[in-house]
């Protein structure tokens, strides 16, 4: 699978190359949701979702993450998605949650969900989400009849 990233970027869909102390520190630090949040209980999340990072070339560390709980045949819900402060506004939280449609559309889901939060929204409205009922946080990206399995 290819995204497209800037240059010094790679994205990854290996669970072996996810770094899990950073990421804990990306989210308890950087992202308000996950404030507070115990390493014990970030890893019982890790290891019951699908997991993205991007990370800099050439083995670099892990700047970007994301992951995804799912069934795997009907539904996702797309979580914790979060950029390194200093490597934001280059387009790699939208390559991060390109990457991880990319990555399932092969399941068929019929509906990734995801919360939103007021800095994101403009990334998933790109990405073909659009608000659920009217939510000014829910957004969902519904699957088109090419993607979905029968």
Avoid: C
């Avoid at 010094?8 to 996950?34: C, I, K, M, N, Q």
């Avoid at 939280?93 to 990319?102: D, E, F, K, N, T």
Wanted: glycine share 12%; no cysteine; proline share 4%.
């Amino acid at each position: 699978m290819h995204v497209d990233l800037p240059a010094g970027y790679e994205f990854s869909a290996d669970p072996h190359r996810l770094d899990a102390a950073r990421v804990h520190a990306l989210l308890t630090e950087h992202a308000y949701w996950a404030r507070g949040r115990g390493r014990e209980l970030q890893d019982a999340a890790i290891a019951g979702s699908r997991n993205y990072g991007v990370y800099e070339s050439g083995g670099g560390a892990q700047v970007a993450y994301a992951r995804l709980v799912t069934d795997a045949a009907t539904f996702g819900w797309l979580a914790d998605v979060v950029v390194d402060p200093a490597h934001r506004g280059a387009g790699l939280g939208s390559a991060l949650v390109a990457g991880v449609l990319a990555d399932v559309e092969p399941l068929g889901l019929k509906r990734v969900v995801l919360k939103a939060s007021d800095d994101g929204r403009r990334v998933y409205e790109r990405l073909g989400f659009v608000p659920i009922d009217g939510s000014a946080e829910w957004m969902q990206r519904a699957s088109t009849p090419a993607t979905t399995r029968h």
